[in-house]
């Protein structure tokens, strides 16, 4: 995070993305989305107070069922999410959206949207919808989308859908299938950096 500081990056929150494909608004000449999926404690521990002594703007793609009504313990050697207290406390660094009420499943061969029934989905989407701060964006659990399940958010209103393609957006990138780049634990400020190359 000190890297983008330094370089001069704006943080930007997704109304600025959508008024960007929806408005023809420009975006700053630094710009770069900041994303986190699932909101596991890991992000409420390390990654919120680094944002936030940076000044910097983020997007927790929520998963409301995984969410605890008690804060849990922080365990290295466990996934644990954040807890509905802990999600409160970040709002003022993050902006929360749609990654599903309970949905987020996978099989050897796709994802639990690619195949629930319409209805079922739909349901799952707005109980979701209802928790979030940030209507009509979706970021498709573990990736997995096919031409179904974007009619489906289509038909929901939802504008924008963000995929694991890593990759740079521009102004011609299908909306529903927008490019991010993941950045993981082994990766070094070599490897950060040339994302930005």
Not at 19 to 26: R, V
Not at 73 to 81: A, I, L
């Amino acid at each position: 995070m000190r890297y983008l500081y330094e370089q001069g990056y704006t943080t930007l929150t997704l109304q600025q993305v959508k008024d960007l494909y929806y408005s023809d608004k420009p975006l700053p000449k630094k710009a770069v989305l900041l994303t986190f999926d699932d909101l596991f404690k890991s992000v409420y521990i390390y990654a919120y107070p680094i944002l936030k002594k940076y000044n910097f703007h983020a997007v927790g793609f929520v998963v409301k069922n995984w969410l605890f009504s008690e804060t849990q313990e922080y365990r290295v050697d466990k996934s644990v999410t954040m807890s509905f207290q802990e999600v409160e406390k970040i709002s003022d660094v993050f902006e929360f959206a749609n990654h599903t009420a309970s949905l987020h499943k996978r099989s050897k061969e796709c994802t639990e949207v690619q195949v629930v029934d319409k209805e079922i989905l739909y349901k799952d989407l707005m109980e979701c919808e209802a928790f979030v701060n940030t209507k009509g964006v979706f970021a498709y659990p573990f990736g997995g989308y096919n031409e179904q399940v974007i009619e489906n958010l289509k038909q929901l209103g939802y504008l924008l859908g963000f995929t694991t393609e890593e990759g740079k957006n521009t102004i011609a990138t299908d909306t529903m299938k927008l490019y991010r780049y993941g950045v993981f634990i082994n990766y070094d400020i070599n490897k950060f950096m040339d994302i930005f190359q």
